[in-house]
């Protein structure tokens, strides 16, 4: 018998045998049986939801929530006892009687650690926006610093993001903001 005929007699034996022994498993099983048969390098790799956190990412997740709750509660202080950080006016709103791109934040962040979100929104949208996404990462820092559990697609997105990225769309919140606060105060320079 030639080389050939016996590796083609081998494959078939094999073939054979491995057919009738993936017929008399469930799916599970017979899954089971080709993870063990691949190599550690052809598994596939399937993404974890979940991660542990260390205890220097929980101090770090403790401190970014600390410090969110902290300017929530500097921002409500300031509306309670009605004391502002910058007591002069505003240079660029005394020159050309309109508004700069970041009249209204204080304001607006007053208003959102009051809890009175819809007046965040009107009197400065970007702070308004702003505020919102702080929250949210306030919200994620509290589950890691108390859980010790973080979202491993989260991580991934966020290690793939460029720091000009984020400055670019920090750039549109506080120009879109300006763009929309600009309009209300034409609007009322021109019925006035």
């Not at 052809?42 to 969110?68: D, E, T, V, W, Y």
């Not at 004391?83 to 204080?106: A, S, W």
């Not at 859980?147 to 750039?171: C, N, T």
Request: aromatic share 14%; glycine share 6%.
């Amino acid at each position: 018998m030639s080389l050939r005929a016996q590796r083609s007699n081998l494959n078939r034996r094999i073939l054979s045998s491995a057919t009738s022994l993936t017929l008399n498993l469930d799916a599970k099983s017979e899954c089971r049986y080709c993870n063990a048969l691949m190599e550690s390098g052809q598994q596939p790799i399937l993404p974890k939801l979940f991660s542990r956190a260390s205890a220097a990412q929980r101090l770090i997740a403790a401190g970014i929530f600390l410090f969110i709750v902290a300017g929530f509660l500097l921002g409500w202080l300031m509306g309670h006892f009605h004391f502002t950080i910058y007591p002069f006016p505003c240079g660029f709103k005394q020159r050309y009687n309109l508004p700069c791109p970041t009249c209204g934040m204080t304001t607006a962040v007053i208003a959102f650690a009051r809890g009175d979100i819809a007046d965040a929104f009107f009197t400065q949208p970007a702070a308004g926006f702003l505020c919102t996404l702080a929250i949210v990462i306030a919200f994620f820092a509290f589950l890691i610093a108390v859980f010790g559990v973080y979202s491993s697609s989260i991580e991934r997105h966020l290690a793939s993001l460029k720091l000009r990225y984020i400055f670019a769309a920090l750039f549109l919140i506080f120009a879109a903001g300006w763009a929309v606060t600009l309009a209300r105060a034409i609007a009322q320079n021109s019925g006035s």
